[in-house]
């Protein structure tokens, strides 16, 4: 089955940096004319609700949550099954628990989430 593990949070001073990992164990890519597999990060800050971030799918085609646009950048490593999350310019505002998915796209409509992680935390301080 597949296992979604996230690392790479904690806490970080305002303007900084972070680089998150997320590990997909037994996760099996699909690229064809209907179905692509698709990776994405969701965030939930305290009293929010869970927002996505950023997706990338199995032919390295991004899409991102117009708040972290120009600051974020999604990667994968499709040989290691990684996919990541490089944070710049980070403000207050993006302290929340962070979560990778995985799943699948049908003919390049929205990504359909199977899987989800447990999640890593990102803290913001000034």
């Known amino acids: 089955q597949v296992h979604l593990v996230e690392s790479g949070g904690g806490s970080v001073q305002s303007g900084g940096s972070l680089r998150l990992s997320c590990i997909a164990s037994g996760y099996t890519y699909s690229n064809n004319l209907v179905w692509r597999t698709c990776m994405g990060w969701f965030r939930q800050a305290p009293g929010k609700e869970r927002e996505g971030v950023a997706t990338i799918d199995i032919r390295g085609v991004t899409s991102y949550a117009a708040s972290v646009k120009g600051r974020f950048t999604i990667s994968q490593d499709t040989t290691q099954k990684t996919m990541f999350l490089l944070m710049n310019g980070l403000g207050l505002e993006d302290t929340g628990m962070y979560y990778c998915?995985?799943?699948?796209?049908?003919?390049?409509?929205?990504?359909?989430?199977?899987?989800w992680g447990q999640g890593t935390q990102v803290t913001v301080a000034s």
């Open positions: 998915a995985a799943g699948r796209s049908f003919r390049s409509q929205p990504c359909e989430y199977d899987y």
